[in-house]
């Protein structure tokens, strides 16, 4: 799974919406202009969000969309779901069977089925709320400890000595 800007744009805008007073609705104009997503693609994500009941249209002049309820009650993954984009590192999707001939699961399944877990767990817990405030990076000291927190220190290792060669 990579994410796409399907997923990322859904984010963005409704990160935007929340910031917002949440009695007066904001234009999809508005969001794509302060966002930089192009208005007709977000078209599409808020159609969608809708359906899913996460966000609310108002029709007439001074119209818009709004929150469908308050930010820290919408986990990041219902949005990023809601936008039809798939969390799921296997290839082979929700097959049972497996993407293997003769339908056998490859022998990394459970590795990638088990990045899917942590990726879900991950965007499940932390809300757009969250974002808003920023109470994210060790909102969950459990998904940042050992392995994680060794990446972390490895990234900023990595950019310190490209930095000085530079």
């Not at 029709?59 to 936008?83: E, F, N, T, V, W």
């Not at 039809?84 to 049972?96: A, P």
């Not at 969250?130 to 950019?159: Q, T, W």
Request: hydrophobic content about 40%; proline content about 4%.
């Amino acid at each position: 799974m990579i994410l796409s800007t399907k997923g990322r744009y859904a984010v963005m805008a409704m990160v935007e919406l929340a910031r917002k007073d949440s009695a007066n609705p904001l234009s999809l104009a508005l969001i794509a202009d302060k966002q930089e997503i192009p208005l007709a693609y977000l078209e599409q994500i808020f159609a969608k969000l809708k359906r899913a009941g996460l966000v609310e249209s108002l029709r007439g002049p001074g119209g818009g969309y709004k929150l469908a309820k308050a930010p820290h009650a919408m986990p990041i993954a219902d949005i990023i779901l809601a936008s039809e984009e798939s969390m799921q590192m296997t290839r082979c999707g929700k097959k049972i069977e497996g993407c293997m001939t003769p339908g056998t699961r490859c022998l990394t399944h459970d590795l990638w089925e088990g990045l899917t877990d942590h990726i879900h767990s991950y965007l499940d817990a932390i809300s757009l709320g969250d974002v808003i405030d920023g109470n994210i990076r060790y909102r969950h000291p459990e998904l940042v400890s050992g392995s994680m927190l060794s990446y972390s220190n490895h990234l900023s290792i990595v950019k310190d000595a490209e930095t000085s060669s530079a």
